[in-house]
């Protein structure tokens, strides 16, 4: 038999972006606020830890990893939340480079160990992003 959680459906795919746009409606506004709060809170002690090691093997420089990525969780889930901002693909674009360059200067790692990220965060807004000036020169 098949497994029918293997493959996505269109179904299910309606109905997950019919839920999505039902919780950014203004009316769910206190709702929405509270799972932004949720996942922080969800999510800060993982990624704390994530950030912890990193400074343990000298790839991050901060002496607040925990803050540091509460800082970046909720400025990014404020920051690329579409019902909150309205971004043009280019200020989009330049939100992404400067999440980036931000991350880096929080958590004192060297430019560049992020860019990987800039993908990553791109697909989620669905921005296409230019090729970056240092990636063109490898």
Do not use: Y
Request: hydrophobic share 40%; aromatic share 6%; net charge negative.
């Amino acid at each position: 038999h098949r497994d029918l959680h293997s493959f996505p459906t269109r179904c299910s795919s309606d109905l997950k972006d019919r839920m999505i746009e039902e919780f950014h409606l203004p009316a769910n506004a206190l709702m929405h606020e509270k799972s932004i709060v949720r996942s922080i809170l969800a999510l800060s002690p993982i990624l704390g830890e994530i950030a912890s090691q990193g400074v343990k093997e000298r790839l991050f420089s901060t002496e607040h990893p925990l803050e540091a990525m509460q800082i970046l969780l909720v400025s990014g889930q404020i920051l690329f939340d579409s019902s909150m901002f309205t971004w043009t693909p280019c200020e989009m674009e330049q939100k992404i480079n400067g999440f980036i360059e931000a991350m880096e200067a929080v958590l004192g790692a060297e430019k560049g160990t992020f860019e990987p990220m800039k993908q990553i965060l791109a697909a989620g807004s669905g921005c296409i992003l230019q090729e970056s000036e240092s990636r063109r020169a490898e």
